[in-house]
């Protein structure tokens, strides 16, 4: 048994994904899923990065271009049309302008800049070496709870990306993520369990599980993403993240329509 739902995939338009939407709902379909949802890289609000992100004028091209295979497989596939957006402290009207001009079906709010950092970028990889990993973790739950606080997102992406290349914190992190959990339960954003870290020098998924212990405790709600930058990446890994969900504790799973939990579905 697998999720029925993968909420988190990308298309090439962010500039390092690769499969057209078309591959990536074939694969589902093969793989068992009964819904997916696109959630490309928004366009970056501090600065353009073409590699990172599609840009502004792209948007269009991307909703039409996911309301199309929504057309095309409305007998086999249910589509969720959604945004990854990343997290920049000072944005947040920016980021607003973009998620409010479209239906979005969900918003997962993601953290990949710290300050102007891109920690998670490969081509930004060498700046680890000159800071403190301790000091990392703390700035990066301080802008998950942020992130969370905006009230711009329903689903909070790979909430421990910051192990991404395999630094790891020397100070015990639970009080960190303990804050941020409550934070989450308190702000109602959902989590997802992200299995692409099973496919990252961390080689574990987002979040761990210890901290997906953590937020079961605290009532914070539960989504299922691969983060498919590939076709053949859709739902990978998808029956050890549900077994991850289980021994942490959930009993069940969100789907989202238009931004509100549509209904839940049992582990
Ligand atoms: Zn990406
Ligand atoms: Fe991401
Ligand atoms: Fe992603
Ligand atoms: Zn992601």
Redesign the pocket.
């Known amino acids: 048994m697998i999720p029925i739902a993968d909420y988190?995939m990308h298309t090439p338009l962010c500039g390092h994904a690769i499969g057209e939407p078309e591959e990536y709902i074939r694969n589902g379909i093969k793989s068992g899923l009964k819904e997916m949802g696109f959630s490309d890289h928004a366009p970056l609000v501090s600065h353009r990065d073409p590699k990172i992100t599609m840009d502004f004028d792209q948007l269009p091209i991307y909703l039409k271009m996911i309301e199309n295979v929504k057309k095309q497989f409305a007998n086999d596939m249910i589509v969720k049309i959604a945004l990854?957006a990343d997290f920049i402290p000072g944005f947040e009207q920016k980021t607003q302008d973009i998620i409010k001009e479209y239906p979005y079906d969900y918003i997962i709010g993601?953290v990949h800049f710290i300050r102007t950092w891109g920690f998670d970028d490969p081509a930004q990889r060498e700046s680890w070496s000159s800071k403190d990993v301790n000091q990392v973790y703390h700035d990066y739950y301080e802008l998950l709870r942020q992130s969370a606080r905006s009230g711009l997102f329903q689903i909070i992406?790979?909430c421990d990306l910051v192990k991404k290349f395999g630094h790891r914190a020397t100070e015990n992190m639970f009080d960190e993520v303990k804050k941020t959990a409550k934070v989450f339960k308190d702000s109602g954003v959902a989590i997802e369990i992200?299995t692409?870290g099973l496919r990252k020098p961390v080689k574990e998924m987002y979040p761990s599980l210890d901290c997906l212990k953590i937020y079961c405790q605290s009532g914070v709600p539960l989504t299922f993403g691969s983060?498919a930058h590939a076709p053949n990446e859709v739902a990978k890994d998808f029956d050890k993240a549900i077994d991850l969900a289980k021994t942490a504790g959930f009993k069940e799973y969100l789907i989202f329509k238009q931004q509100k939990v549509e209904r839940t579905i049992k582990l």
């Open positions: 988190h990854e993601s992406g790979h992200n692409a983060d």
